[in-house]
């Protein structure tokens, strides 16, 4: 992926790379990964921090992240989301700064501001104790010049819930009772603090046993590796790898419209409104910031995820189901003991690409098709693509969507608006489908291209699905045999 963090992600890359090839050798002994450090960072000189010693540091942790570990000094934390500390350095102190905009002005209006004796005047300009400052803004509001800004992290700004805060060192903490494991956080630090555990090892680990681990691929992977690269060319490669077979989400998809939609006409019916339920994030917002509009409005209808799990574990008993996509918040998903029977790992679109080099495997153009959803259920990844799915299948059983009203949000604080909205009682809408990234999955946070170069491929891709309705697709697949209730 492209990015404003291309070499962190390119070295983040490398390290879980490197990780695999060592679990393919079953060769993750703490003496081959001390190995791996000096490997990766030779020396003598250092290549982005400090010095050779940070940098073996940050790797150490990184392929601690990479073996589902926590790093050091998260020792008890359950949270996907991790920081590295001795990554975590570089950002000021204090929120609040003087420019030299700063006039050295006689009236003083900052330093008269101040309540809590931040502020000291410097031969030439004001200068703010970052121990003292309360971070109001007083001085900035009072400052004639504007010549003190707002510094607001990276991290902190990206948050959704306002679950990062510092430490009396400056460190970024994660609040874990607030965060929703959306990952935003990750790529918006520009030093690289921040991580997510990946799980390529235990997965690798269940195919070397010869178990059967079947991948199941997000709608929002058509169009990520280019306009060449289908649903079956992933297929293809995945089953190189080692995976028994994969399945796209997109069916899943289908599955969940289908029974969404049966909630939604009953809803409707009784006057009751509701919030989708297939983006992790946006259920962990209500669960940990909404609680009464979790009791009360969430949709009970599984995850497309969920539902491809299900089936999968119902028609092969004892297989390993392994997600693919753009998302940090399906590996909490697959850690919810209230989603029984769902996908035993999430992996990221970068992970699956250390997982192909780490077998030498590429990914190419594929001369035959393969497609198990309908058109809506791939849409799915895309704002709007739920709901258009769900009254799809109401037109199907000769319903009238047409009077339901919906509030299509998609981005922390969309979601937030209308969950608040909907938490007092003031949401005009029916139903909210809420998809915590802006544009909806295709720009999760692990996206592996651009906005733009993903929508052009992907529109190629989709143009070739068939035509073929949901609750016809259905009729191929054993629904009875398995629950779509999230709690079976």
């Known amino acids: 992926m492209i990015t404003g963090d291309a070499h962190i992600l390119t070295y983040e890359h490398k390290v879980w790379e490197e990780v695999a090839r060592l679990a393919w050798n079953d060769e993750l002994d703490e003496e ?10 030779p020396g003598p000189k250092p290549n982005y921090r400090c010095c050779i010693y940070k940098e073996r540091e940050i790797t150490r942790q990184r392929i601690r992240l990479a073996c589902a570990q926590n790093t050091q000094g998260n020792e008890n934390s359950k949270n996907i989301v991790q920081v590295i500390k001795p990554a975590c350095d570089e950002c000021p102190l204090s929120s609040y700064s003087v420019t030299d905009n700063c006039r050295h002005c006689l009236g003083k209006a900052c330093l008269g501001s101040c309540r809590f004796g931040a502020i000291s005047i410097g031969d030439k300009r004001s200068h703010i104790d970052a121990s003292k400052c309360k971070e109001c803004g007083m001085c900035a509001e009072a400052c004639p010049y504007g010549a003190i800004v707002h510094l607001e992290r990276p991290c902190k700004r990206r948050c959704p819930v306002d679950a990062i805060t510092y430490d009396e060192y400056g460190f970024c903490v994660i609040n874990e ?15 690289g603090a921040i991580g997510s555990k990946a799980y390529l090892p235990d997965i690798i680990h269940h195919i070397r046993k010869g178990e059967e681990v079947y991948a199941m691929c997000a709608p929002a992977t058509e169009g990520q590796f280019g306009a060449d690269i289908s649903m079956e060319s992933i297929r293809i490669a995945l089953k190189k790898i080692g995976f028994k077979d994969m399945v796209e989400v997109g069916l899943g998809g289908d599955m969940t419209a289908a029974y969404e939609a049966e909630e ?44 491809i799990s299900r089936y999968l574990k119902t028609i092969h008993p004892g ?34 690409g250390a997982l192909l080099a780490s077998r030498d495997i590429e990914l190419e153009k594929a001369e035959t098709e393969y497609q198990e959803a309908s058109l809506f259920g791939k849409k799915f990844a895309g704002s709007g ?16 969507p047409s009077a339901i009203k919906l509030k299509q949000v998609a981005g ?30 295709v720009g ?39 629950s779509m209730h999230r709690q079976k």
Request: hydrophobic share 35%.
């Open 264 to 307: 939604w006409s009953e809803a409707f019916r009784d006057g009751k409104k509701l919030t989708t339920s297939c983006c992790p994030a946006f259920i962990n917002m209500q669960k940990k910031h909404f609680p009464k509009v979790y009791q009360e409005n969430m949709s009970a209808t599984v995850s497309p995820m969920c539902a």
């Open 444 to 482: 999760g946070p692990s996206k592996h291209r651009t906005e733009i170069e993903i929508k052009n491929a992907r529109t190629k891709l989709l143009s070739q699905a068939d035509g073929r309705k949901i609750l016809e697709n259905l009729k191929k697949y054993p629904m009875d045999q398995f």
């Open 319 to 352: 297989c390993v189901t392994v997600f693919v996509g753009p998302c940090i918040a399906k590996k909490s998903e697959t850690q919810d003991e209230e989603l029984p029977g769902n996908a035993d790992y999430a992996i990221t679109y970068g992970e699956f």
């Open 385 to 400: 693509g739920v709901a258009a799915a769900v009254m799809e299948v109401m037109r199907e059983r000769g319903e009238d």
């Open 412 to 441: 922390g604080k969309e979601c937030k608006t209308a969950l608040t909205l909907l938490n007092f009682g003031k949401l005009q809408e029916d139903f909210i489908e809420g998809m915590m990234c802006p544009g909806g999955c």
């Open 32 to 41: 081959h990964k001390d190995e791996l450090v000096y490997r990766l960072i």
């Open 177 to 191: 009772e607030k965060c929703i494991n959306c990952g935003h956080c990750i790529h918006s630090c520009p030093f």
